[in-house]
């Protein structure tokens, strides 16, 4: 990953083969928010900004000449937009700038960043950034490209360099651009690659050597065995099995800020996704290697919670298995029993994600713990009602506002949805407990509903994240093509938060 280093140099003097600095929007054009450069310099670059296209808009970045005036070798121009009422810029704002400047500089062995950052909140956050911008998956790519190699080594410039808050920001920004990379490459990785028993072994392989971490895995033979209906019964289309793994993060005995409660975070891991004899169009499909990202968010969460010693306990639940229209799959019409003796009609085989769920939520709640969420690529419904960006929560109302509080902290988009009892007959079944499907609108409801009938009087949330989890667009700000990563920091941020209390 990108070495980073904090350093209180004048920007003037600093070496580097780029300095990154900002540009705004005003009424009258675009201003260079830069401290320490040049007056002359500035005024030239809005002088002729109009000129060049330069607006300051977010995700805007432009290269000018350094001049003689700079020791760098470039001086990169990343966009805020406008500022708010206060005149200053959002967290979010500068981790975007920060990161669409990174994505840009792909290839560059050195940058300095010079960003406004006026205390440790602001510098975290333009560390973080910086660091999710410089990401590339290049695991098949026959031959090396230098030019497209994320951003060598970066130097944040900064007043605050010599803080010991900000020296821990730095090191909490490694820590969580780490966990949201990984997350990233299980999600991008090929699903000829990545099954079931692989992505067990990716997580047994993420936790070696981390202090506090415990890995179990559960086979297809053992989760026949001991009654995980919806896993065996999503899996049996395909050669490859099923499998749960839990990863248990315990913190050090007699720690400081002993955890109060247990935390589960249950995530889903359909490595590739067909629909089974439900089957899917086979436009878009490749896309479908991305239905297990909520289980990379959950591993990743939870390996980043131990490396940084987080005072709470906390067990993630990956459900995997590879949902393919085999000879032995699932039929519309089967009754299947999930663990805990529940029974399930299933309609749609193309509704596996919840049947999976189903068995590592009533694992989760068996386990004891005191909170759960889980996290999915749930429901084509998520994205019709919220867009490609933006991802639903849902659950016990309390939790699910810390979720979305978790979420404006660490920069990522969740909107607090209702589960309405007046949509709870959706999934009645006429033969068994509970449907796995139900009617077209409201779907990602039904599927809340459908889950929250597992998980009884526990505390839980649900975090649908069906769009925002893939971006099969161009990049933009520290979001790359492909797997994003999302869900990694409001995770991390809310165990921080139930830590802290």
């Known amino acids: 990953m990108t070495d980073v280093s904090l350093s209180s140099k004048n920007p003037i003097a600093v070496a580097a083969d780029a300095l990154v600095v900002a540009t705004a929007k005003t009424s009258d054009g675009v201003a260079i928010v830069a401290d320490h450069l040049p007056a002359e310099l500035l005024a030239e670059i809005e002088a002729i900004a109009p ?4 607006t300051g808009a977010r995700d805007e970045v432009r290269k000018v000449p350094a001049g003689s005036r700079l020791k760098a070798g470039v001086l990169v121009l990343t966009g805020l937009g406008e500022r708010a009422e206060d005149g200053t810029f959002a967290a979010e704002t500068l981790r975007r700038a920060a990161g669409a400047a990174t994505r840009e500089l792909a290839g560059t062995a050195s940058a300095a960043l010079s960003l406004p950052a006026a205390d440790d909140a602001e510098l975290a956050a333009v560390v973080e950034g910086a660091l999710l911008g410089a990401y590339r998956f290049d695991r098949y790519r026959s031959g090396a490209d230098a030019a497209k190699a994320p951003v060598g080594s970066l130097e944040i410039l900064t007043t605050l360099a010599r803080g010991a808050k900000a020296k821990l920001a730095v090191e909490r920004a490694g820590v969580l651009a780490e966990a949201v990379h990984a997350a990233r490459d299980l999600v991008n990785t090929a699903p000829n690659e990545l099954y079931p028993g692989t992505f067990a072994d990716a997580a047994r392989a993420a936790a070696k050597d981390v202090k506090g971490l415990k890995v179990t895995i559960l086979d297809d033979k053992q989760l026949a065995s001991g009654g995980y209906g919806g896993l065996t019964a999503v899996g049996q289309g395909s050669s490859r099995g099923p499998r749960l793994v839990k990863v248990t993060y315990t913190p050090a005995k007699g720690a400081k800020g002993a955890p109060a409660t247990r935390i589960a975070l249950v995530g889903k891991g359909i490595t590739f996704d067909t629909g089974g004899i439900s089957i899917k169009p086979a436009a878009n499909m490749e896309a479908m290697k991305s239905d297990m990202a909520g289980a ?8 980043a919670a131990a490396k940084l010693g987080l005072p709470v306990a906390v067990t993630g639940y990956l459900c995997l298995a590879e949902n393919m229209p085999g000879g032995g799959a699932q039929r519309p019409g089967d009754v299947i029993t999930i663990y805990g003796g529940k029974t399930v009609e299933v309609l749609n085989t193309d509704a596996e994600g919840r049947l999976v769920m189903a068995d590592g939520l009533t694992s989760a709640v068996e386990d004891g713990h005191d909170v759960v969420l889980d996290i999915a690529t749930l429901t084509g419904a998520q994205v019709v009602a919220l867009g490609p960006y933006t991802a639903g929560v849902m659950g016990t109302e309390a939790v699910r506002d810390d979720v979305v509080a978790a979420a404006g902290a660490a920069g990522e988009l969740f909107w607090p949805m209702p589960l309405p009892d007046e949509l709870a007959p959706n999934i009645t079944s006429k033969v068994a407990d509970v449907a796995n499907s139900g009617p077209r609108w409201g779907g990602m409801l039904n599927a809340g509903l459908f889950l929250r009938t597992f998980v009884g009087d526990t505390p839980w949330a649900h975090l649908d994240i069906a769009g925002p989890a893939y971006n099969d667009k161009s ?27």
Do not use: D, N
């Open 475 to 501: 990049a933009h700000g520290y979001t790359p093509a492909g797997g994003t990563g999302m869900g990694v920091r409001t995770l991390l941020a809310f165990l921080e938060t139930r830590a802290a209390r």
């Open 296 to 303: 990379a968010a959950v591993l990743s969460a939870v390996v």
């Open 51 to 54: 000129q060049l296209g330069i």
